[in-house]
């Protein structure tokens, strides 16, 4: 089945430590994004990327690093610069052209203790 | 970022009932989505609107792209228990950056 595939879905870390979630979709489509959520808040865009070996910053990207090397995979790392990690990242993506329907993995938890 | 203004931000209501939710922006979306999120989940894609005035309907749910394209709202008509969840509207502006700019939510309660 086509979709996108969020990993790992639950993840500890301790202070200091980087730590990388990845995101792998099998949807053919070009634009990867990723989200992130805290409780009560909407989500908040991290990065995005339209097309292979190109990605953007969205609004709250300090503090993490992406990568596209590969049309299906758009891993995160959450980096020890981000000073509030503990959140629900989730993973997206969409086919090209103007429509912003966007397609959502089923979610990372992250916990740092 | 920008901000879309959801509201309410949680409804409690009884089966049966219809609901109404809404979304607004000081600044202009040429889209506006609503999704719905089960707790632990991705959210999921209700309803897409393209055009100012538009009132798109699936199932029990019918949402409107406001005529100013500066809001929108969703209607959920005879809720049942399933229809727990957070909705959230997004809304996507023309520029270049085809990421979309998502609401605080609506949690919403249906009991049976």
């Known amino acids: 089945d086509g979709g996108i595939t969020q990993s790992p879905k639950y993840l500890f870390r301790k202070e200091g430590q980087n730590v990388t979630l990845s995101c792998e979709q099998n949807?053919?489509?070009?634009?990867m994004y990723w989200y992130r959520q805290d409780p009560g808040q909407g989500l908040r865009l991290i990065y995005y990327?339209?097309?292979?070996?190109?990605?953007q910053k969205g609004d709250i990207a300090e503090g993490y690093s992406v990568s596209r090397e590969k049309k299906e995979s758009f891993p995160l790392t959450v980096t020890s610069a981000q000073k509030n990690p503990t959140a629900f990242y989730l993973c997206?993506?969409?086919?090209?052209?103007?429509?912003?329907?966007?397609?959502f993995g089923e979610g990372s938890r992250l916990t740092v203790l | 970022g920008q901000q879309l203004n959801q509201s309410p931000q949680s409804m409690f209501i009884q089966e049966g009932e219809d609901v109404s939710m809404n979304c607004t922006s000081s600044?202009?979306?040429?889209?506006w989505l609503w999704y719905k999120q089960d707790p632990g989940e991705g959210p999921v894609l209700l309803i897409a609107?393209?055009?100012?005035?538009e009132l798109t309907s699936n199932g029990r749910l019918t949402a409107q792209f406001g005529i100013t394209r500066k809001d929108s709202f969703l209607n959920i008509s005879a809720s049942i228990p399933s229809d727990v969840g957070i909705y959230f509207c997004a809304g996507q502006k023309d520029t270049g950056r085809r990421a979309l700019t998502f609401g605080s939510g609506t949690r919403l309660q249906v009991q049976p």
């Open positions: 609107l393209y055009k100012a005035g």
């Open positions: 600044s202009i979306f040429n889209t």
């Open positions: 990327s339209q097309i292979v070996n190109d990605f």
């Open positions: 949807l053919n489509h070009d634009a």
């Open positions: 997206a993506s969409s086919m090209k052209g103007p429509a912003g329907e966007l397609f």
